[in-house]
């Protein structure tokens, strides 16, 4: 399409530059057919009832007591989807209030009784898969084939703490006495505070409320202001399911007041955030007055290692599923790519030419990988970052600028000859940016990836078992793919090292962020 300064069109709020009557015209029935699409897909998810607008608290749905609300938008047209009740300190107060009540019924349920109501919300989420695959791509913006895999993996963490419900085991231990018995229990910590990020609306749910409630805690849900709609449809359907009243709250809206209240209540025990580092370190601090128990995941700046001996299709794949899944937003995603001098043009060639069979555009049309950053701040931060870069000398290869498509579209770049006195080598640019940096030895990319606060995931591609093991071992990061690019499971344990964050999410090791462990000893034992 040939973008000129000619004539400005608004359609269903998509903006364009366009120099003839044939680029109007396609321009024209593209945002019409994004804006009816959206449209047909909320009125469906209204009549199912899963299109929902008030929080959740003690199992009713509530507006905000002032009857505040807040807008929520299509990251694609701009179109408002719904208007959402804006909470604050009071809802949130009775939330965890109501939290706090059903703690005590939830946590004295049986493991198996708790087990088998989460297999029922794992089941009615994958018997609404394409409703709530509907509703993310709707409010954050990623393809619905995207969007529909991300509830497949969030509903697997239901799924799995299902049954790791039942496989919370304390120990006996040999006494120091002969009268004595000790043993361990591992008894759930309580109220949960769980703030959660837009860019994965539902996962960052159950990743959090799966282990919770399995453990037997309650839970009060925060999520993001931008992307409310799949929490509260996802609450819907836990309430469906057999959630009891008060062991699921969501309330959204004013996020600092949310916030605070979460972090003063003495009743709260636990807070679990995923987001930025810089909001993580303000949680962590504003919970030390009431000493909750904290887990963290944090920002990353995931350095992608391609060696000489690694195969070139397997590193290009690899890298370009960590670089641009969900437009390169996400905590994972390849933020520097580190390709050994021999390999390095090569490399740059053929993964650009991938980058470029990339489909950008609304996520309810075909074929489309790539969808919109979630809003205008994204971009200008991108935009920052590459104007920063060229003008230390990077050179764009492909993209490096707002896609054609208007609103929040930016096309997938690649940018060679990056150094590290620029920005996008040192701070997470959350969008799709491909940097290609140089090495020479092992040595140097081991030193460059290390070279940084971040500590979340890396990614190595080689093809040789000795240089892999030396490589994964000194790289100073919680997650490590070594040829392969997508590595999260609910199996495995998800969490940071270094400012990305603290615990473990997923996995056995998820279950034990939400116990505590009480030591009992059991005296004159030797009395008949």
């Given at each position: 399409?040939?973008?000129?300064?000619?004539?400005?069109?608004?359609?269903?709020?998509?903006?364009?530059?366009?120099?003839?009557?044939?680029?109007?015209?396609?321009?024209?029935?593209?945002?019409?057919?994004?804006?009816?699409?959206?449209?047909?897909?909320?009125?469906?998810?209204?009549?199912?009832?899963?299109?929902?607008?008030?929080?959740?608290?003690?199992?009713?749905?509530?507006?905000?007591?002032?009857?505040?609300?807040?807008?929520?938008?299509?990251?694609?047209?701009?179109?408002?989807?719904?208007?959402?009740?804006?909470?604050?300190?009071?809802?949130?107060?009775?939330?965890?209030?109501?939290?706090?009540?059903?703690?005590?019924?939830?946590?004295?349920?049986?493991?198996?009784?708790?087990?088998?109501?989460?297999?029922?919300?794992?089941?009615?989420?994958?018997?609404?898969?394409?409703?709530?695959?509907?509703?993310?791509?709707?409010?954050?913006?990623?393809?619905?084939?995207?969007?529909?895999?991300?509830?497949?993996?969030?509903?697997?963490?239901?799924?799995?703490?299902?049954?790791?419900?039942?496989?919370?085991?304390?120990?006996?231990?040999?006494?120091?006495?002969?009268?004595?018995?000790?043993?361990?229990?591992?008894?759930?910590?309580?109220?949960?505070?769980?703030?959660?990020?837009?860019?994965?609306?539902?996962?960052?749910?159950?990743?959090?409320?799966?282990?919770?409630?399995?453990?037997?805690?309650?839970?009060?849900?925060?999520?993001?202001?931008?992307?409310?709609?799949?929490?509260?449809?996802?609450?819907?359907?836990?309430?469906?399911?057999?959630?009891?009243?008060?062991?699921?709250?969501?309330?959204?809206?004013?996020?600092?007041?949310?916030?605070?209240?979460?972090?003063?209540?003495?009743?709260?025990?636990?807070?679990?955030?995923?987001?930025?580092?810089?909001?993580?370190?303000?949680?962590?601090?504003?919970?030390?007055?009431?000493?909750?128990?904290?887990?963290?995941?944090?920002?990353?700046?995931?350095?992608?290692?391609?060696?000489?001996?690694?195969?070139?299709?397997?590193?290009?794949?690899?890298?370009?599923?960590?670089?641009?899944?969900?437009?390169?937003?996400?905590?994972?995603?390849?933020?520097?790519?580190?390709?050994?001098?021999?390999?390095?043009?090569?490399?740059?060639?053929?993964?650009?030419?991938?980058?470029?069979?990339?489909?950008?555009?609304?996520?309810?049309?075909?074929?489309?990988?790539?969808?919109?950053?979630?809003?205008?701040?994204?971009?200008?931060?991108?935009?920052?970052?590459v104007q920063d870069a060229v003008s230390k000398g990077a050179k764009i290869i492909i993209g490096g600028k707002r896609h054609s498509l208007g609103m929040t579209f930016y096309e997938p770049t690649v940018i060679r000859d990056v150094s590290d006195n620029m920005i996008m080598s040192k701070e997470e640019i959350f969008g799709p940016?491909?940097?290609?940096?140089?090495?020479?030895?092992?040595?140097?990319?081991?030193?460059?990836?290390?070279?940084?606060?971040?500590?979340?995931?890396?990614?190595?591609?080689?093809?040789?078992?000795?240089?892999?093991?030396?490589?994964?071992?000194?790289?100073?990061?919680?997650?490590?793919?070594?040829?392969?690019?997508?590595?999260?499971?609910?199996?495995?344990?998800?969490?940071?090292?270094?400012?990305?964050?603290?615990?473990?999410?997923?996995?056995?090791?998820?279950?034990?962020?939400?116990?505590?462990?009480?030591?009992?000893?059991?005296?004159?034992?030797?009395?008949?």
């Amino acid at each position: 399409m040939v973008i000129g300064a000619a004539a400005r069109v608004a359609i269903g709020g998509c903006r364009k530059l366009v120099s003839s009557h044939t680029s109007l015209l396609l321009v024209s029935s593209q945002c019409r057919q994004m804006s009816m699409d959206a449209q047909s897909v909320s009125e469906k998810l209204r009549s199912s009832g899963l299109l929902r607008t008030q929080g959740l608290i003690g199992g009713k749905w509530l507006d905000s007591y002032d009857n505040k609300t807040i807008k929520v938008n299509n990251p694609a047209t701009g179109e408002i989807i719904a208007d959402v009740a804006c909470m604050g300190t009071k809802e949130t107060n009775d939330a965890i209030a109501s939290s706090y009540e059903a703690f005590t019924s939830w946590s004295r349920l049986t493991a198996g009784e708790r087990s088998k109501v989460l297999r029922r919300w794992y089941d009615l989420l994958i018997a609404h898969k394409e409703e709530l695959g509907q509703l993310i791509t709707l409010e954050q913006g990623k393809p619905l084939k995207e969007a529909i895999g991300e509830v497949a993996y969030g509903a697997s963490f239901i799924e799995y703490y299902a049954e790791e419900a039942k496989r919370v085991y304390g120990d006996i231990i040999p006494p120091n006495l002969s009268d004595r018995r000790l043993l361990v229990l591992k008894q759930p910590v309580g109220v949960v505070g769980a703030i959660t990020p837009w860019n994965f609306p539902l996962a960052m749910i159950t990743r959090k409320v799966g282990p919770a409630l399995a453990s037997g805690c309650t839970v009060v849900v925060k999520p993001s202001e931008l992307t409310p709609l799949t929490a509260l449809a996802a609450a819907e359907l836990a309430l469906q399911a057999g959630v009891p009243p008060g062991a699921l709250n969501v309330v959204m809206g004013n996020a600092p007041e949310i916030g605070d209240a979460l972090l003063t209540s003495p009743q709260v025990r636990k807070i679990t955030f995923t987001g930025s580092t810089a909001v993580g370190k303000k949680l962590m601090a504003a919970a030390a007055p009431t000493v909750k128990k904290v887990s963290l995941e944090l920002g990353g700046n995931a350095p992608s290692i391609v060696f000489d001996d690694a195969d070139l299709d397997v590193a290009v794949k690899g890298t370009l599923a960590a670089k641009f899944r969900n437009s390169g937003q996400t905590c994972v995603c390849a933020n520097r790519v580190l390709v050994q001098d021999g390999i390095y043009d090569k490399f740059a060639e053929a993964f650009s030419e991938a980058v470029q069979k990339l489909e950008v555009g609304d996520g309810f049309r075909d074929g489309t990988t790539q969808g919109p950053l979630i809003n205008d701040a994204a971009v200008q931060k991108v935009e920052t970052f590459v104007q920063d870069a060229v003008s230390k000398g990077a050179k764009i290869i492909i993209g490096g600028k707002r896609h054609s498509l208007g609103m929040t579209f930016y096309e997938p770049t690649v940018i060679r000859d990056v150094s590290d006195n620029m920005i996008m080598s040192k701070e997470e640019i959350f969008g799709p940016v491909a940097p290609l940096i140089r090495f020479k030895t092992e040595e140097d990319a081991i030193r460059i990836a290390n070279d940084t606060i971040a500590g979340l995931a890396a990614y190595i591609f080689t093809n040789s078992v000795q240089r892999s093991w030396r490589v994964f071992e000194a790289l100073e990061y919680g997650l490590v793919g070594v040829n392969e690019g997508l590595i999260s499971t609910e199996v495995a344990p998800f969490g940071g090292v270094k400012q990305s964050g603290l615990g473990r999410e997923g996995s056995k090791y998820g279950m034990d962020e939400y116990l505590e462990i009480k030591y009992v000893c059991l005296g004159d034992m030797n009395r008949h």
